[in-house]
């Protein structure tokens, strides 16, 4: 896939270079698909939360669980193949790149220039893991998935009404009332829907996407 090219007005001096756990640097305006491992990843999705980082509990929930969340949503209807699953696994690996999830309503503020970032990091992404365009039924099932653990999250993690998230959030999808994640996490002290630490949502992040990878019969072009 080739990168979008970034606006005229991003800088062209000061470039947005992290260093990762591993060692690795990332240039994050210009990412190169051998930029991190997949244990980077991991810990970056893992650390990087959703709703703003707001929750009733006490841990912020990880865009990690939030992603294997949305991959169990799928999985309810019908197994999926290894691309389908990484797929969901890495519909929001930029911002564990990143380190940001911005909220829906904040992305139009935030300008062209956000949105190309994001877009040459989901190249890169998609380069490194060798993922392929969804079919229109395909990208409607996850859409599907997504909002369904959006609508479930704001209810029993970010604390939000049956009645805002239908009229404030619109989201039109029902909830769900039984935690798809509740197997991974049995036989810890986590309840149904709790925020994992960002350890546990690392570890089991990493396993389902080792899982996949060699499901395939593909391991990743970049070793971890």
């Known amino acids: 896939m080739t990168l979008p090219l970034m606006p005229n007005s991003a800088p062209t001096q000061l470039r947005p270079i992290v260093l990762l756990p591993s060692g690795n640097t990332i240039d994050l305006a210009n990412p190169s698909p051998n930029s991190w491992s997949d244990d980077d990843l991991a810990v970056g999705l893992a650390r990087t939360y959703r709703w703003g980082g707001h929750s009733r509990w ?23 193949t290894p691309q389908q699953a990484l797929y969901e696994l890495l519909h929001d690996a930029e911002e564990g790149l990143l380190g940001f999830d911005a909220i829906a309503p904040l992305k139009p503020f935030l300008g062209e220039p956000f949105r190309a970032l994001c877009a040459r990091l989901t190249v890169a992404i998609a380069n490194r893991y060798g993922l392929t365009d969804l079919s229109p039924d395909e990208f409607t099932a996850h859409k599907h998935a997504d909002r369904v653990a959006a609508a479930s999250e704001a209810l029993h993690v970010a604390g939000w009404s049956a009645h805002q998230i239908s009229d404030t959030l619109e989201i039109a999808e029902a909830p769900l009332d039984n935690d798809p994640l509740e197997g991974l996490s049995s036989g810890s002290t986590f309840e149904p829907w709790e925020p994992w630490t960002d350890i546990l949502a690392r570890r089991h992040w990493l396993a389902r996407l080792r899982q996949e990878l060699a499901r395939a019969d593909t391991l990743a072009p970049f070793a971890p």
Do not use: C
Request: no cysteine.
């Open 58 to 80: 006490s841990r912020p929930l990880s865009v990690a669980q939030h992603s294997l969340t949305v991959l169990a949503i799928r999985e309810l209807d019908a197994p999926l």
